[in-house]
């Protein structure tokens, strides 16, 4: 089945720690982005990348860290410098589209991150 | 920046009864505008977009949207809502051209009562 994946489902830490969650996609999409949900805020953007070792700062970007080495793997880094990490993120992609023509993000199932 | 403004958080309605949330944007130029649903325990995923063309959007499930671009609004119809409906709804916009960061609505929490 093509899609996207992200592990793990739940995810617990302790105050300090960085932890790493996983977004993989075999959509063959070029573009990726994280978001985190938090209740009656929406999503709001943290990173994105539009090519393989690039990406680009999102609107809440401090206290996060990402990597692009491959096209299907997309994994954001919470650091201990985020100083309120606990929320919902949700891992995303899409086509690059023709000029002027922008396309459907497909999201993965979410990870539930909570610190402790 | 653009700014996407859900004005109702919670709504609650009976089963048959009609249904609109709002959406209203704040960027006088080009958009895309699209409405997303998250069922309870399922991934995000589109209800209707618009892009261009006829203002008028038909979605999945029996949804609509009407693009009024003189409002800068992207309202989300349905005329007799289902239980199975019961879910939150976000309007999303992304300015056209532009390094495609979607903008979301703070989301809107329909209960239908069965």
């Known amino acids: 089945d093509g899609g996207i994946t992200q592990s793990p489902k739940y995810l617990f830490r302790k105050e300090g720690q960085n932890v790493t969650l996983s977004c993989e996609q075999n959509?063959?999409?070029?573009?990726m982005y994280w978001y985190r949900q938090d209740p009656g805020q929406g999503l709001r953007l943290i990173y994105y990348?539009?090519?393989?070792?690039?990406?680009q700062k999102g609107d809440i970007a401090e206290g996060y860290s990402v990597s692009r080495e491959k096209k299907e793997s997309f994994p954001l880094t919470v650091t201990s410098a985020q100083k309120n990490p606990t929320a919902f993120y949700l891992c995303?992609?899409?086509?690059?589209?023709?000029?002027?023509?922008?396309?459907?993000?497909?999201f993965g199932p979410g990870t539930r991150l909570t610190v402790l | 920046a653009q700014s996407v403004s859900q004005h109702n958080h919670h709504v609650i309605l009976s089963e048959a009864a009609s249904l609109e949330l709002g959406c209203n944007y704040s960027?006088?130029?080009?958009?895309?505008l699209f409405w997303y649903v998250q069922y309870p325990g399922q991934h995000l995923q589109l209800l209707l977009k618009?892009?261009?063309?006829?203002?008028l959007v038909k979605g999945i499930k029996g949804f609509e949207a009407e693009f009024i671009k003189s409002k800068f609004s992207f309202n989300l119809r349905k005329p007799s809502v289902q239980w199975s409906d019961t879910a939150e709804y976000f309007c999303?916009?992304?300015?056209?051209?532009?390094?495609?960061?979607?903008?979301f609505g703070s989301g809107t929490q329909l209960t239908v009562l069965p």
């Open positions: 960027y006088g130029g080009t958009v895309n």
């Open positions: 999303a916009v992304i300015v056209s051209g532009s390094a495609r960061q979607l903008t």
């Open positions: 618009y892009f261009s063309g006829d203002p």
């Open positions: 990348s539009q090519i393989v070792n690039d990406f």
């Open positions: 959509l063959n999409h070029d573009a």
């Open positions: 995303a992609s899409s086509m690059i589209g023709l000029a002027g023509v922008d396309n459907e993000q497909f």
